[in-house]
Structure formats: C-alpha cells, structure tokens
C-alpha cells in the first residue's frame, strides 16, 4: 500500500557546503585582517577541520587566497573580480559624478547604498574610502539609509521582526521594534527618513528612496552634515536637491535590460 503522506523533502545535495562556503566569505565583511582557520572557525561556529577544508576549496576557486608565511587567509581576486563586474553591470560608476554634484550644492556628505542582511551598504559616494574602496556597513535601524530601505523593502528581503536586538548608539536611538515600525510607517508618509543624532551625536541626515517602476528602492540616497548646517528651516532645500538627484539615478541606474 502507497504510503498516504509523501515525506518532507531537505534542502537539495550540496546545499549546506553552499551556505557555509558563503558564510566563510562573509567573515570578511568587517574589512579587518587576514583570519586564520581557528578565527573561521570560531565566526562560523564549525570545527577547524572543517573550516579549514571549506578555505582550501575557496582558495583553489579563487574567492580567498592564502599567505604562504602566517597560512592566513584573505579575499581572493575572483571575489574581487565579480565585484568590479557587478559594480557596472548595475551601472554605480555612472552615479558617482551625480552623487559628487549634489554634495558640491548642499555642502554635505552624499552617499549610495543597499541593504545587506542587517546593514545598509554604502557603495557610491563620499563615506566610500579611497584606498580600499569600500564604504561603510550601517545599521538599518539607526540610519536615514536604513529606515528608508526598511520602509521601500524588496522582494525576499527579511522583515524588520527579524532584526533582532536593535542595538542603542545614542539616547536617541530607537531600540524598540514598535517604535521602529511606527517610525517606517512616517518614513513611508512622507517620502523621506530622518537621523538626527541615532547614529552617531552631532551628525544629522536626510535620505530619500531611489525607486524602480515596481515602487521598490532599489538604492537610498543620503546626505549628511551636522545639525548646525541641515537645520529645520533648510530640510525641504535639502530633500529638493536629494529627490532630483534620486530621479536622475532611478533612470541611470536601470538594471540593463530596462535601458534604452
């Protein structure tokens, strides 16, 4: 006789080498030095062993590369490869000059991001360093760029519920998750997010949502000074200059088989 309930099925061969592979190449995010099998291992809660085995794999694919001296490990140049690539396919090389132009008009810090898990990720603009080229990782809850990724979500991102503990800076801060989804919800009202002073004391941003044809931001677009300089009486200039240049991005910025 047929069994009545076919059983459930797990994640497909090979899935779980994928995830930890992936999760290795995440311990880098931080920008810090190079790791060892034993720091690997303890970031990903997995032996040394096995950490250790997972880092050779990535090293002959490219994605880390080892130092013949320490045997510690960095990113690899297929890693940096891909991101070169995926940097213009989505075309942020076209809006560095745009996000230049907007700091030359309002005197402030003008920045590009996109979510990552629990950050906001600047990738084009000022905050991004020179030498390394990377920018900076935020978190959602306690910056202009993370409320307005969080208010315009994409599709399959997680929920603000999975957020976690939202962790304080300031006084400011806004640590309670009702609180930060009656604080989305006000974003979403207006067309803007505000952080004044949740991040850091004596840093004040506005941000605004670069929208794709579905409604969804698919960047946020920032710009940062000091309460002294993006005062109350200034915030609708501000927002002026910020939605104009989020407008010209919505269009440079289309994904390539939207271009005309």
């Keep these: 006789m047929a069994e009545a309930a076919t ?18 190449l995440h311990c880098f995010h ?16 997995l032996s040394v062993s096995t950490a250790h085995r997972l880092a050779r794999t990535l090293v002959s694919a490219g994605f880390l590369e080892q130092d013949e001296q320490t045997a510690r490990y960095r990113l ?14 989505r075309g942020l090389h076209l809006a560095a000059p745009e996000l230049d132009r907007l700091s030359r008009r309002t005197g402030a810090t003008a920045d590009l991001a996109i979510r990552s898990g629990p950050h906001a990720v600047i990738l084009v603009g ?20 993370g409320k307005v990724l969080l208010a ?8 603000v519920s999975t957020l976690g503990p939202l962790p304080s800076f300031t006084d400011r801060t806004i640590t309670e998750p009702a609180l930060l989804d009656e ?4 974003v979403r009202g207006s067309g803007y997010a505000l952080n004044d002073g949740e991040s850091a004391a004596g840093v004040r941003t506005v941000a605004v949502p670069v ?5 969804q931001a698919r960047f946020a677009l920032a710009v940062r000074s000091t309460p002294a300089h993006l005062t109350d009486d200034r915030l609708d200039w501000f927002l002026g200059h910020a939605r104009t240049c989020a407008d010209a991005l919505a269009v440079l910025l289309l994904p390539p088989d939207q271009r005309a």
């Excluded at 929208?211 to 409604?215: A, I, N, P, S, Y």
């Design 211 to 215: 929208l794709d044809g579905t409604g």
């Design 7 to 24: 059983a459930v099925q797990g994640p497909p061969a090979g899935a779980q080498a994928v995830q930890r592979a992936l999760g290795l």
């Design 152 to 159: 315009w979500p994409r599709p399959g991102e997680p929920a």
């Design 126 to 145: 000022a905050s991004v360093r020179p030498d390394t080229g990377l920018g900076l990782r935020r978190p959602l809850h306690s910056t202009a760029l």
């Design 76 to 89: 690899g140049p297929a890693v940096a490869e891909l991101g070169q690539l995926t940097f213009h396919q």
């Design 30 to 45: 931080d920008n810090g030095p190079d790791l060892s099998a034993s720091d690997l291992a303890r970031r990903m809660d």
């Design 183 to 186: 604080e989305l919800a006000k």
